[in-house]
């Protein structure tokens, strides 16, 4: 079942703070998120797992609720180079295949 | 490390034509992916190979849509014939055995049926 991504989209001037939100109806292993910008391939940004702790990458973090099966993408200080689409994927249990959600549309403006 | 290999990039073809679809993934991953993506949607899942054998492929449409991965390694994905609205980006992935492992995306093959 596919995750559900909210905002749909988002617009920030360089510098702002954005949360992106994934939630499933169902019990998650893992959560992974990727970003993907326009005519290219989805890239790695983290993978969360059940039982595991919150991970940061320079100005982007994420935290996994296993009790809510949420997981939360936060980007502080926004820049240029954030915009793209955000993807996350799901796994409910270990060796089960990734479901990405419908993605969530950044876009930085100066 | 090479990293998975798609091809081709771009492909038109006319509705009931048939078409292939190539990938290499990296070197030792076991599990590789078909996804299509559909422009503006995140991408769908067509079939889950584990090694040679499909794990997952409950979201192909059998009726024209086949794939295929030999000794392990090299997959292939077909259509045949296609629809208008096959017309997608197909993204193959791989990644090491095992969940919690990350992802790797190939550039994807443009698919446009006309």
């Known amino acids: 079942q596919q995750p559900v991504q909210s905002p749909q989209a988002v617009i920030l001037r360089e510098g702002e703070d954005a949360v992106i939100n994934c939630s499933s109806s169902?019990?998650?292993?893992?959560v992974h998120w990727y970003r993907q910008k326009h005519g290219e391939a989805p890239v790695f940004l983290m993978i969360?797992?059940?039982?595991?702790e919150q991970k940061g990458h320079e100005k982007i973090s994420a935290s996994f609720n296993e009790k809510k099966q949420q997981s939360s993408l936060y980007l502080t200080a926004s820049q240029l180079s954030y915009s793209g689409t955000y993807f996350c994927?799901?796994?409910?249990?270990?060796?089960?295949?990734?479901?990405f959600g419908p993605g969530t549309s950044l876009s930085v403006i100066p | 490390e090479a990293g998975v290999a798609q091809s081709p990039r771009y492909k038109i073809i006319e509705k009931r034509q048939s078409v292939a679809f190539w990938c290499n993934p990296i070197?030792?991953?076991?599990?590789l992916y078909w996804y299509q993506q559909i422009l503006g949607q995140g991408p769908k899942l067509l079939i889950q190979?584990?090694?040679?054998?499909?794990?997952?492929d409950s979201q192909l449409p059998k009726d024209r849509f086949s794939a295929e991965r030999l000794k392990g390694v090299d997959s292939t994905l077909k259509i045949q014939p296609a629809k208008l609205e096959d017309s997608a980006v197909y993204l193959c992935?791989?990644?090491?055995?095992?969940?919690?492992?990350?992802?790797?995306f190939g550039e994807g093959s443009w698919l446009t049926v006309v």
């Open positions: 190979f584990q090694n040679n054998g499909v794990v997952d």
């Open positions: 994927g799901t796994e409910k249990t270990s060796y089960d295949k990734v479901i």
């Open positions: 992935a791989t990644q090491t055995q095992g969940s919690g492992n990350t992802i790797y």
């Open positions: 169902k019990a998650l292993y893992s």
């Open positions: 070197s030792g991953h076991a599990t």
């Open positions: 969360l797992l059940k039982g595991g």
